[in-house]
């Protein structure tokens, strides 16, 4: 079923040791390293990708160079790419099969690619895939895992049949209270514990959990998750699990590394409205990440760059939320003494990204700072320092680009 001839196994010189900083909890404190190690890794092409940014190579973790964010739609061949395990098979739409059971399914079945099309609706949503740790080599001091910058995310079209759907045919025991998420991926020399993941009932049961086929109207491609992937609009991507292959109802939490201690943080460090409590324990200090937290980007300005006085500068940016809305996204030129509303672009969806764009005309020479910072309809904002925790997750602190006007 599975063809291990991916071009991941074929290139013989991987170095890097899949996921092997996660099972070091120790933080390394090398403050000021920051922004000099973001910008030493390499662009490369990976099969049907343009250039990308390489932090790791086995396992793939490639990032989208923040010039690629232009549009609010990320192309395929932009999109990110992350797999926590070095053998990633490809396989054809012909060979897929999923499987869905677990003790609490009353009717256990499989699905063909072909079945799960013509059997289930068909829906298409506009939504956010964010990798928990993106930002996170911006992180001061360091955190151990996969030093991101900005780029760990992006958001396309996913077509797919809903999750719910799929669900009922199997019929769903009272007794159940996870549903858990089994890819094809699988370790191979290294130690690195196979991804599972599993969602608190009542999300899987959410009629915007998809297991989607499509991406931006093509078949969902290999690198990330075709056949097919779960999508989880508004929460992190660590539940979007890719190349789904088995799908179960289970009784009791899931207990895998990928659960616990993985994609954690601190109990009450981030607002969350959404909480996954059948994976809490009163004498754990964690909760495992969900939501994605209010965040923007600015798109098409770089540091030190160079503009005429009294010219205007046109600034771009991109705004998310965990799906609550982005009603705000302020700007400021005056290291953010002063703030203005940004105009926002046309909503594509609540789980999309939001362009926005602000122009000003500088009438003083000399540097310029400007930040950005969006605001959703809950009133949830970004920070301005780094909530720090071990895992570099949930880093939204406002940008500072400093621009120098001749
Ligand atoms: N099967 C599988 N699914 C997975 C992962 C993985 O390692 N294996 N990584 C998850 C994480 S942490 C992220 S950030 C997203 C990345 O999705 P992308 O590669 O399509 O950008 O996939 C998620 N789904
Ligand atoms: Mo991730």
Not at 235 to 243: D, F, N, P, Q, S
């Given at each position: 079923m599975k063809s291990r001839r991916s071009f991941l196994k074929s290139?013989?010189?991987?170095l890097a040791i899949a996921?092997?900083?996660?099972?070091?909890?120790?933080?390394?404190?090398?403050?000021?390293l920051s922004s000099g190690t973001i910008e030493a890794s390499s662009l490369e092409t990976l099969p049907g990708k343009k250039p990308l940014i390489k932090r790791n190579y086995r396992p793939v973790n490639y990032e989208t160079p923040v010039?690629?964010?232009?549009?609010v739609i990320t192309p395929n061949d932009r999109f990110f790419v992350r797999w926590h395990l070095t053998e990633v098979p490809e396989i054809t739409p012909a060979d897929w099969r999923l499987k869905i059971g677990g003790e609490s399914a009353e009717h256990p079945f499989e699905l063909s690619l072909e079945q799960l099309k013509k059997d289930f609706p068909a829906v298409e949503m506009t939504a956010v895939c964010q990798?928990?740790?993106?930002?996170?080599?911006?992180s001061d001091p360091h955190v151990a895992g996969v030093e991101w910058g900005y780029g760990a995310m992006g958001n396309a079209r996913w077509k797919g049949v809903r999750l719910k759907d799929v669900l009922a045919k199997a019929g769903i025991k009272p007794d159940a209270v996870e549903i858990t998420f089994d890819g094809a991926d699988g370790p191979a020399i290294d130690k690195t514990p196979d991804f599972a993941k599993s969602l608190p009932l009542w999300k899987a049961l959410d009629e915007n959990v998809l297991i989607a086929y499509e991406m931006n109207g093509e078949p969902l491609p290999h690198l990330n998750g075709g056949p097919a992937r779960i999508i989880v609009p508004g929460?992190?991507?660590?539940?979007?699990?890719?190349?789904?292959v088995a799908i179960n109802a289970v009784a009791k939490p899931l207990q895998t590394f990928w659960m616990n201690p993985a994609y954690r943080v601190p109990k009450g460090m981030f607002p969350t409205g959404?909480?996954?409590?059948?994976?809490?324990?009163?004498?754990?200090p964690t909760t495992p990440i969900t939501e994605i937290v209010v965040n923007s980007l600015i798109t098409n300005i770089k540091d030190g760059q160079r503009f005429h006085r009294g010219a205007p500068v046109v600034v771009k940016g991109l705004a998310w939320d965990a799906g609550y809305g982005i009603n705000l996204v302020e700007v400021s030129i005056d290291e953010g003494k002063t703030w203005q509303a940004a105009t926002l672009g046309a909503d594509q969806g609540r789980f999309s990204f939001r362009s926005w764009q602000f122009s000003f005309k500088p009438t003083q020479s000399g540097k310029h700072v400007v930040m950005a910072k969006a605001s959703n309809r809950q009133g949830a904002t970004q920070t301005f320092e780094l909530i720090f925790n071990p895992a570099g997750y949930h880093n939204n602190v406002v940008q500072r680009i400093a621009i120098q006007v001749a």
């Open positions: 290139t013989g010189s991987g996921g092997a900083s996660l099972f070091a909890p120790k933080f390394l404190y090398a403050a000021g010039e690629y964010f232009d549009d990798c928990s740790g993106n930002r996170r080599g911006l929460w992190t991507a660590t539940y979007w699990v890719k190349k789904i959404e909480r996954f409590t059948s994976q809490e324990k009163e004498n754990v």
